[in-house]
């Protein structure tokens, strides 16, 4: 159940490790609000997101819907890719999805 937030000193990257998973949103939620409160539009790194579930994917959606800001999500783990794929939402989410070469 370890995740952690960092963001940079201008407010417009957020980073996101470890777990996004039902036990972590509702507290990864509040950083993100807390975060997009802060500045216009915001990037959100998910390169370091170790396990992801639906909780972790609604508050993507959530984040993308309901800011009224600017969002993008970037650096996707193979997690993030693995359930964006199996849930079918990439186009929800509107950013590019790269494929890592192996």
């Known amino acids: 159940m370890a995740w952690d937030i960092r963001t940079d000193a201008a407010q417009k990257t957020l980073w996101i490790a470890g777990e996004l ?17 802060a500045a216009d ?4 790194d998910l390169g370091e997101v170790t396990e992801i579930d639906t909780a972790g994917l609604q508050l993507m959606l959530l ?13 996707h783990s193979d997690e993030v890719m693995r359930l964006v ?8 989410l509107g950013d590019p999805l790269l494929i890592k070469a192996n």
């Not at 039902?22 to 409160?37: K, M, N, P, Q, Y």
């Not at 794929?85 to 929800?92: F, P």
């Open 21 to 37: 998973t039902i036990f972590s949103v509702l507290d990864i939620r509040g950083r993100l609000l807390e975060a997009l409160s």
């Open 41 to 44: 539009d915001i990037e959100v």
């Open 63 to 75: 984040a993308k819907r309901k800011a009224g800001k600017t969002v993008r999500f970037r650096h």
């Open 85 to 92: 794929d199996l849930a079918n939402v990439g186009h929800l």
